[in-house]
């Protein structure tokens, strides 16, 4: 471990918002550092793509204002150009849009009377009979929500979205996304009881022009000098309960004051040398992660919905949500046109990553058509993403394997671990930028610390 030279460097391993994040608070603090990104760009999975003068996020993004530091610091950092928005989300419906927040008027009209007084009786006779926690998300979600709404908007909405049965995906590890559906308060609205507005106002802060605009203020404030692109981690030494050597395009770096990653756990301990033990790697090699398409359609008229997002429960659809982004920022297309971005949940190398670009997207016109929201005639173009490793999937037991590779990551003593993909837990923007300040703070210049253990699945929406 160094001890003494103020030019030793920091090594930052990623150039998503969890890189940014620990070398912004590191430059806040004088300490030298570079970001070693592999990608052509910085921002990871939050970023923002541009397409003939549309602009649409890697996914529906917005700030939660959780955690009132990470707002603060990112206030300070785009000033006017992070706005406080008000769009409410709906879920389709059978043709119908359903008001998140939820209005005890719009949902028993959209619902019906008989459903809903169905889904509040089962509901609370589910409360009534069942004090007891469920291991796993389908147990939890029919105790908690009852039958019937379980089976309209959670469970096959989460298996599109995590791609194995909700009886195999642990019950904790949906807390954000149950959140976000936040389908108790339907029960709550419908009956007028207290909760109904509880979690997901449809208030929230967005920057002008794209979640993009955090971290490329982020990357100006650190310097781009700080930040190679095109620089893939290629290998990590470890030698007497440290990190001795981390190569870059096969090269070794500067590490001396101690490294951060923020890439996948699993593929960091696989370029580990020597290798960890057996047991290590196969824990390593069991977390299993979710990818993603995004389809954006780009559409000749000025507005399709008022939503920020549509979610898209029934499993006749491929996507399982939707966001228009003009309702984020008027920035994000051009006047008098719009966009709808869907998001297909998938797996690098299944059925539905394979399929080209042009059939997925012929796909999801289908699909949009068949809804009704939008006519195939106003598309006028389309854009096609693919994003690796969207989401950790939380399947039963995952937490003994993580502990393991933790626990083992944890041994060294000049590494941090920080990141949704390198921590391995369902974790925001606003986590990242904590994350970063905790972390800077462990590296005075010139002394290290024990790397402090990683946090694990606040469940936060
Ligand atoms: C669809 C979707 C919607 C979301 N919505 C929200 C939201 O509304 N609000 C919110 O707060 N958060 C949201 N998030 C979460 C947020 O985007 C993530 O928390 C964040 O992107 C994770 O950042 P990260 O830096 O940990 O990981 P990543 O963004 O994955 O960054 C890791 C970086 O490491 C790089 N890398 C990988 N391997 C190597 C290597 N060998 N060498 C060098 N570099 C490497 C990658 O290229 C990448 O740039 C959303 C995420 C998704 C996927």
């Known amino acids: 471990m160094a001890r003494e030279t103020e030019k030793q460097s920091v090594a930052i391993l990623g150039g998503g918002i969890a890189g940014l994040s620990c070398g912004y608070f590191l430059k806040k603090r004088n300490i030298p550092f570079t970001i070693y990104e592999s990608g052509g760009a910085h921002g990871g999975n939050c970023s923002t793509f541009a397409v003939g003068g549309f602009r649409f996020d890697s996914g529906a993004h917005r700030l939660h204002d959780k955690d009132p530091d990470a707002t603060a610091e990112i206030k300070s950092l785009l000033g006017e150009r992070l706005r406080k928005v008000s769009a409410p989300s709906h879920i389709y419906h059978e043709g119908r849009m359903i008001l998140f927040p939820i209005s005890a008027p719009d949902s028993f009209k959209k619902l019906g009377a008989e459903l809903s ?35 309209l908007f959670l469970l096959n909405y989460s298996e599109k979205l995590w791609g194995i049965p909700c009886s195999r995906l642990s019950a904790e590890a949906s807390g954000g996304r149950l959140k976000g559906m936040n389908l108790k308060t339907v029960v709550a609205a419908t009956l007028g009881l207290r909760g109904a507005k509880e979690h997901m106002d449809g208030d929230f802060y967005y920057p002008d022009g794209g979640i993009s605009a955090i971290s490329e203020a982020m990357a100006d404030f650190i310097g781009r000098e700080n ?110 046109k719009t966009s709808l971005v869907f998001e297909i949940p998938c797996t690098e190398g299944d059925a539905v990553w394979k399929k080209g670009d042009d059939e997925i997207a012929g796909i999801v ?12 005639d106003d598309i006028s173009g389309c854009a096609v993403r693919r994003m690796k490793r969207a989401y950790p999937v939380m399947e039963i037991g995952f937490e003994k394997p993580l502990r393991i590779v933790m626990d083992y990551l944890g041994g060294f003593r000049n590494l941090r671990i920080a990141g949704r993909n390198a921590e391995f837990h369902y974790s925001w923007m606003h986590d990242m930028i904590a994350r970063g300040k905790s972390i800077a703070g462990e590296f005075p210049p010139g002394e290290t610390r024990r790397a402090a253990k990683p946090r694990q699945n606040p469940d936060l929406e």
């Open 365 to 376: 016109v289908e699909s949009l058509s068949a809804t009704g929201l939008a006519r195939k």
């Open 227 to 336: 930040i190679r692109l095109n620089s893939i981690v290629t290998g990590v030494r470890a030698e007497a309960g440290a990190i001795a050597e981390v190569a870059v395009n096969g090269q070794p770096v500067e590490t001396a004051a101690g490294i951060v990653t923020t890439i996948p756990c699993d593929e960091f301990v696989r370029m580990m040398t020597p290798a960890p033990p057996p047991g290590v790697r196969d824990a390593a090699d069991s977390l299993k992660f979710r990818d993603m398409i995004l389809v954006a359609l780009f559409l000749d008229v000025e507005s399709v919905s008022g939503s920020a997002t549509i979610y898209f429960p029934d499993s006749k659809y491929p996507f399982t949500r939707a966001c228009e982004p003009r309702n984020r920022s008027e920035a994000m297309s051009p006047s008098e």
């Open 117 to 151: 007084m169905r889904i509040a009786a089962e509901a609370l006779l589910g409360r009534a009979l069942n004090r007891g926690d469920a291991a796993d998300f389908e147990s939890r979600s029919l105790k908690q929500y009852g039958k019937t709404l379980a089976n």
